[in-house]
Structure formats: structure tokens, C-alpha cells
Nanobody
């Protein structure tokens, strides 16, 4: 049974920072792509960033160099370091894992999901 548990969300002021963590339990193929998504109120779930088994990363245009995705294989944990947060970043952030090595931008290609962690950025 694969489980993903996010943590690190919270409330910050405009311009603040947060570090999200996603602990993975159960076995997943280490070649599978991993990523972060978010759901802004009133909008569809969208990809924030992904990282493949070689450490290559992709970011959504709205990230604008403010976020960094990384993973710690020893701790089996995925991270999202977020800086210069804006009110429009407010939403629920999810970690996810594909079932293949090729990082997709389409939410329907992602298989394993956490329950999400709330990020709130105040003006």
C-alpha cells in the first residue's frame, strides 16, 4: 500500500516562505516521476513542479523561479521550497507520483496522491 502524506503548509504573509514535505511509504519504483500540484479555489487542479529519477525538474510558468522541488531518497521524502509567496498562491497543495518515468503535465497521468496541505497567503 503506497501512502503519501504532505506537511508544512500554513499561513504566511505576502512575500513569505514555506517548505512543504511529502513522506512516501510503501514501495514505488524509484524511476517514477514525482511532483507537486495545487488546487486554487474555483480552479482545476494544476501542476506546480515535477522531478524525474535523474533529478531533472519542470516548473509551471506561474512559479517564476520562486519554488524549488527536490527529493531525499534516503528519507523517501519529496520537498517543495516556496519563496516570495503571493496571495494568488493560496490553495491546497498535493504531492503525487506517476506510474512511469516520464514526467507528464497532465493531471490524469498521475496515479498516487496525498491528501493535500493547505497554503494560505495573506495580503
Amino acid at each position: 500500500q503506497v501512502q503519501l502524506v504532505e506537511s508544512g503548509g500554513g499561513s504566511v504573509q505576502d512575500g513569505g516562505s514555506l517548505r512543504l514535505s511529502c513522506k512516501v511509504s510503501g514501495y514505488i519504483d524509484p524511476t517514477y516521476c514525482m511532483g507537486w500540484f495545487r488546487q486554487i479555489p474555483g480552479k482545476e487542479r494544476e501542476q506546480v513542479a515535477s522531478i524525474d529519477s535523474d533529478g531533472r525538474t519542470n516548473y509551471a510558468p506561474f512559479v517564476e523561479a520562486r519554488f524549488t522541488i527536490s527529493k531525499d531518497r534516503a528519507e523517501n521524502t519529496l520537498y517543495l521550497e516556496m519563496h516570495s509567496l503571493k496571495p494568488e498562491d493560496t490553495g491546497v497543495y498535493y504531492c503525487s507520483v506517476e506510474d512511469d518515468p516520464w514526467c507528464s503535465s497532465y493531471v490524469t497521468d498521475w496515479v498516487y496522491w496525498g491528501q493535500g496541505t493547505q497554503v494560505t497567503v495573506s495580503s
